[in-house]
């Protein structure tokens, strides 16, 4: 998002942070971009499988992606290399894990300026925790 956001600019890219934190009951990440945010009717929608963001380099449009539709080739892009994102499923999967390992994944965003992303695990040490495996 950040080199898309970025793309026309004559500046160089601005850095993504990362914070780790540990403490004795959980692990936490925070990941901080500044690649334009979004406005809250997406943020809504984010969670929702099938939600993606992906084609805004080709427009300004969200949308949900539409594996029925005869021509839509989510494996190609329009330059013809593979892509990875695009499919609706790596936002509201990571949270799923999140939730699994007694933790939480939310978004805080700020539209046209970026996203703090907070990504909190439980750690399978701490004495209080049970995992199903």
């Known amino acids: ?4 956001h970025h793309r026309h600019s004559d500046s160089g890219l601005p850095t993504v942070g990362v914070t780790i934190a540990v403490n004795e009951d959980e692990l936490v990440f925070r990941i ?5 945010g979004m406005p809250r009717s997406v943020l809504e929608k984010i969670f929702d499988y099938h939600f ?10 969200f ?4 594996f ?10 329009r330059d013809n290399t593979n892509k990875m994102s695009g499919y609706g499923f790596g936002v509201p999967t990571s949270r799923a894990y999140c939730e699994y ?5 939310t978004i805080e965003t700020m539209y046209g300026i970026g996203s703090d992303v907070y990504v909190r695990v439980g750690l399978l040490t701490s004495e209080n ?3 199903r495996l």
């Open 1 to 4: 998002a950040t080199v898309e």
């Open 32 to 36: 901080k971009d500044r690649a334009g």
């Open 52 to 61: 993606s963001s992906s084609n805004l380099a080709d427009n300004t449009s």
């Open 63 to 66: 949308s949900y992606t539409d």
């Open 68 to 77: 029925d539709h005869p021509i839509y080739d989510p494996i190609v892009t």
């Open 101 to 105: 390992l007694n933790g939480s994944l």
């Open 129 to 131: 925790r049970i995992v």
